[in-house]
């Protein structure tokens, strides 16, 4: 069986699993865990933002952000098929009471001429974009990237207009690795960041929210709310280092998978462009199957994805995939009859 269905499915590697048990805790809801302390602080000067927050999720860590950048009756922007608006049960109307207004990006990228187009008067007679919520790289639209001239453009906007913006950066060492740059470069674009380090680092679980002092300060009233103190948090936390430490660099084997995925089902009745990064969103309407029912006949050889939509499925390689698993992949889709 090979599991295409998200890079949340790695699992930890030996060395996680020493570290975790050898880790030097503390009680963190007292700021105590010297393993945590020193992932916040990496994860931080990593971004180059003034401080970061662990959180045992990455949907935590971004609502957690924008109850911290909004007030209740605000409204935050974001792209139509993000995960923020799409993937956390509409959290940010549930805790922070805010209204998300979708704008329409190019494979997940939005462009400031969009965005500029829903700041409206300032006046009392309309709720008022207060956030502007990110995602790098874009989930189900393929792993795309922000090229560093658009994430400029929207920077200057948002400086314009008065307002933050909050990165999802779920997969953004994706792309740095894929962009050549370091992180904090995307990421300095950005007021707060999340980035994760149980998807493609293969930590078991664990996020990580950067910004500015007081906004962490603040967030980890709300993170204590939510329930996300998590006491001896240094056993998660160990792994996420070494994530970092020894899983990042690796990352571009992951995207080489995935390009190989596209280009052996280039031809074929399976359609989709070449990745950026790690996903794959396939397109299945010319085979005459609906995206469940490839899903279900992939399944049937061993090959697991998950539904994008009724036309689409999704694939995303990661470190337990290996070379055997996209060849496997391939000849399961090329035994697939219309």
């Not at 957690?64 to 956390?88: F, M, P, Q």
């Not at 109307?93 to 939005?110: K, P, T």
């Not at 400086?159 to 792309?175: F, M, S």
């Not at 992951?254 to 969103?281: Q, Y």
Request: aromatic share 6%; with cysteine; charged share 25%.
């Amino acid at each position: 069986m090979h599991d295409f269905r998200s890079d949340t499915v790695t699992k930890p590697t030996s060395a996680m699993r020493k570290a975790m048990a050898e880790a030097e805790v503390g009680d963190d809801v007292f700021g105590e865990d010297p393993t945590v302390n020193k992932l916040q602080e990496v994860c931080a000067w990593r971004l180059r933002k003034e401080a970061g927050l662990f959180f045992p999720t990455g949907t935590m860590a971004n609502q957690v952000a924008v109850k911290c950048w909004t007030e209740a009756g605000d409204e935050i922007l974001l792209e139509r098929r993000s995960h923020i608006l799409n993937y956390e049960l509409a959290a940010f109307a549930v805790v922070s009471g805010v209204m998300a207004r979708a704008v329409e990006g190019e494979r997940g990228i939005i462009r400031a001429a969009a965005l500029a187009r829903e700041f409206r008067p300032k006046t009392y007679l309309f709720s008022s974009p207060t956030l502007i919520c990110l995602e790098d790289t874009t989930n189900m639209t393929g792993g795309t990237c922000y090229p560093q001239a658009v994430l400029k453009e929207i920077r200057a906007l948002a400086t314009e207009q008065g307002v933050p913006i909050h990165l999802d950066g779920a997969r953004l060492w994706n792309a740095a690795v894929a962009q050549k740059v370091e992180p904090f470069e995307i990421a300095q674009h950005a007021d707060s960041v999340m980035v994760s380090l149980s998807k493609g680092l293969a930590a078991p679980a664990g996020s990580v929210l950067c910004g500015p002092a007081d906004l962490i300060d603040k967030a980890r009233k709300w993170r204590k709310l939510l329930g996300g103190g998590m006491r001896q948090s240094g056993v998660l936390a160990a792994a996420g280092l070494v994530g970092l430490q020894e899983m990042v660099a690796r990352l571009a084997e992951d995207h080489d998978r995935a390009k190989a995925l596209a280009s052996g089902l280039a031809g074929t009745k399976f359609r989709c462009e070449m990745p950026e990064t790690n996903i794959l969103i396939v397109d299945v309407r010319e085979s005459g199957k609906s995206s469940d029912q490839v899903v279900a006949l992939l399944g049937k050889s061993g090959i697991r994805v998950v539904q994008a939509d009724p036309v689409r499925i999704r694939m995303v390689t990661h470190c337990d995939v290996k070379e055997d698993a996209v060849a496997d992949a391939l000849e399961a889709f090329r035994s697939l009859r219309a």
